[in-house]
């Protein structure tokens, strides 16, 4: 008698597991199709970002290389486009590459122009502002014109490197000298 009492109540336990377990199963798999979407979407934009950053490396690389030929306006509107196409510390990098091409062209002004751009703009990467100090005070002081600025404004530039921590510091206190 015992038996079947035991048997009856396992049986009512069984039958109120199979009845949440059959209440939950459509939970359950939404759920699941949930996160699997989520995973696969976040995987798409993660590639998408990949594939963005490999186009501006084949570009750049491009651009990079291009850049010893002598035809200046295409190459000067080619990193002009892609400053255009990107995100602001790409557009960094694009505007220092800039720079130094039109500095070695001859294009001194336009080069400390666009220096001074990446120097005042101040969601810039302090590395950025660094090096395009540091740029500008090179072509200064490679520069013999009566244009030159005088040595109050070089002291200006370099009061960006107050602190020991910044990028380049000691290169900076190496040229201050």
Do not use: C
């Not at 989520?38 to 291009?66: P, T, V």
């Not at 002291?155 to 602190?163: E, K, L, Q, T, V």
Request: glycine residues 2%; negative net charge.
């Amino acid at each position: 008698m015992v038996d079947i009492i035991e048997e009856i109540v396992n049986e009512q336990k069984d039958q109120k597991r199979i009845n949440f377990f059959s209440k939950m199963l459509p939970y359950t798999v939404a759920i699941t199709i949930v996160i699997a979407l989520a995973i696969s979407f976040y995987n798409y934009y993660l590639n998408q970002q990949e594939e963005k950053l490999e186009k501006f490396g084949d570009h750049l690389f491009e651009i990079i290389n291009d850049s010893y030929e002598t035809d200046l306006p295409k190459l000067v509107s080619k990193i002009e486009q892609l400053i255009k196409q990107n995100s602001s510390n790409q557009k960094q990098l694009l505007k220092l590459n800039l720079a130094f091409i039109k500095s070695n062209k001859g294009n001194k002004q336009e080069a400390i122009k666009l220096l001074n751009e990446i120097v005042k703009e101040k969601d810039n990467l302090e590395v950025s502002k660094a090096f395009a100090i540091l740029s500008i005070v090179n072509i200064w002081l490679n520069d013999n014109q009566p244009t030159s600025p005088t040595w109050q404004e070089i002291n200006d530039y370099f009061a960006f490197f107050s602190d020991n921590k910044k990028p380049f510091y000691s290169i900076a206190m190496l040229l201050k000298g």
